[in-house]
């Protein structure tokens, strides 16, 4: 019985539990007019499936942040190892993503708005510019801090510069990658919410405006939950990657 207590997914249940238990009983309270219980929200999340209103926006959603997480994990791991390979890189473009990640990017999508229009291209470079810095600072990061103990034995063994970078120094940094994507994945999916609230309200960011301007926070909350459920499998699937691919000596035992 502890173990099962102790299990990773026993937790995990228990974690979700709790908060969806935590929103109910803030929706009863109520702390907010504005503020529905989970299970309204889970009625109307039915509600909007059922009659298709949710189906429809998501392709709208979907195409700026696939595509902007695919430019910015090609670019922001490429970056990041280049950076962390080349000394003269990393300082020339080290500050420049530290400053990106540490800025009200948000800020930036007029600017953006302003330089390529409403369209498509204003809503890839939001998502781009959410979830690169993260990406390349991480890749950065992990390709900095591989042992040094194992680089000086492959260059023990006569290894060339290619050969200990493809065979100790990539395999030695894949964790921290691969926690930099999934951290940039996280941010890509709040640039494109922002960008269909602040540039076009299109997508699933229409949904949440219109519901909310109809005082219909039921809706509105669904809307919001359900970028989150995609956002959180999406994330897990990273994961599941990982462990399958890269790392299957870490894979938790189901």
Known sequence: MRDFFRHPLTLRIISVA????????????????????????MSALWGMLADGSMAKVYPATFQPLFIGLIISSILGVGCGIFMGLNEGAEWFGAPVFIVLQSAPLAALIPLLTFAYGIGLTSKIMTVCIMAMPVIVLNAFNAIRHTPKSLIEMGESYLGSRRQVI?????????????????????????????????????????????NQSIAEYDKMYAAIFSIMVFAVIFIEILEYS??????PDKRVKQ
Do not use: C, N
Request: no cysteine; charged share 10%; hydrophobic share 50%.
């Open 166 to 210: 493809l065979k100790i120094i990539l395999p030695s940094a894949s964790p921290v990658i691969y926690a930099g994507l999934r951290l940039g994945a996280a941010m890509g999916f709040i640039g494109a919410v922002l960008a269909e609230l602040l540039i076009t309200p299109t997508g699933i960011g229409d949904l949440i405006t219109y």
């Open 18 to 41: 709790i908060v969806f238990g935590a929103w109910e009983y803030a929706g009863r309270i109520p702390i907010s007019p504005a503020f529905p219980t989970f299970l309204q929200t």
């Open 242 to 247: 990982e462990y399958k691919f890269f790392r």
